[in-house]
């Protein structure tokens, strides 16, 4: 028995680590990384090009399967994959402040979210992966329920804002801490508040912490955890 890629879900509010914690364990353990979020942006970015408006239902159904949304290795070593929708990268496209909303406003679409959820599969379970892990907010609630390790990364309010306005302030925007902190209290109430797919833990999560913990501990451990895992799994072949 092969069996199907070891699937890892890494769950949690916006600014908790969950990017660097997920592409670190990715490349630790030579599995896919497939950026839910990054999805969700590059469908509102297709729309906003076609004029589509984020509310459209009918229309967001029928712009999905017309999309080919892939990822890429990164282009420097040690750098962030790329993101492509058909032949074009829009890795950057995709990260900026209007694209942060739409995204946040598609994603609220029920249309949308079923619309992505075999893309998603699709991605984690491709033949050639020994392993994927998905980060996103509701992998382990949604898009696989019974995947093999689940990890819901939080963080406090303070700094996880205080994570993004670092970020913020390297590209040059201008925003205040306390606009940043109102911000992300926002789209945190949309995320958890919202009727489909809203941003909890799985029954079955472990919680993590991240202004209580190592990062690079975490993803070390974790790392460990899987790969005992995996070969525990060859040897009952
Ligand atoms: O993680 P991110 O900031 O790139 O995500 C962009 C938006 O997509 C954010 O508002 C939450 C939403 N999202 C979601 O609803 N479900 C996912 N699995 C991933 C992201």
């Given amino acids: 028995m092969t069996g199907r890629p070891f ?10 680590g969950k990017s660097s914690a997920s592409r670190l364990l990715a490349a630790r353990l030579g599995f896919a990384l497939v950026d ?13 090009r076609q004029g589509i408006a984020f509310d459209d239902d009918a229309r967001l159904a029928a712009l999905i399967p017309t999309l080919q949304i892939r990822f890429a290795p990164p282009a420097a070593p040690g750098g ?44 984690a379970l491709a033949p050639e992966n020994r392993g994927a892990v998905l980060e996103g907010r509701d992998i382990g609630t949604v898009v696989f ?4 390790l689940k990890i819901f990364l939080t963080a406090s309010e303070r700094q996880r804002a205080q994570r993004r306005f670092a970020e913020l302030q390297q590209k040059g925007d201008p925003s205040t801490l306390e606009q940043v902190l109102e ?24 919680i993590l912490d991240s202004s209580e913990l190592d990062l690079a501990w975490v993803v070390a451990a974790l790392a460990g955890e899987v790969e005992a895992r995996l070969s525990a799994r060859g040897s009952r072949k």
């Avoid at 699937?7 to 908790?16: E, M, R, T």
């Fill in 145 to 148: 329920p019974d995947a093999d």
């Fill in 183 to 206: 911000d992300q209290r926002r789209r945190d109430r949309n995320d958890s508040e919202r009727a489909v797919a809203p941003l909890k833990p799985a029954a079955d999560a472990r």
């Fill in 7 to 16: 699937i890892v879900a890494i769950d949690g509010p916006a600014g908790a």
């Fill in 36 to 48: 839910t979020g990054a999805i969700y942006r590059t469908v509102a970015l297709a729309a906003s």
């Fill in 80 to 123: 962030a994959q790329q993101v492509l929708l058909g032949g074009e990268e829009v890795t950057q496209a995709i990260r900026t402040p209007p694209m942060s909303l739409g995204a946040s406003a598609v994603s609220a679409r029920p249309v949308v979210r079923d619309g992505l959820l075999e893309l998603q599969r699709r991605l």
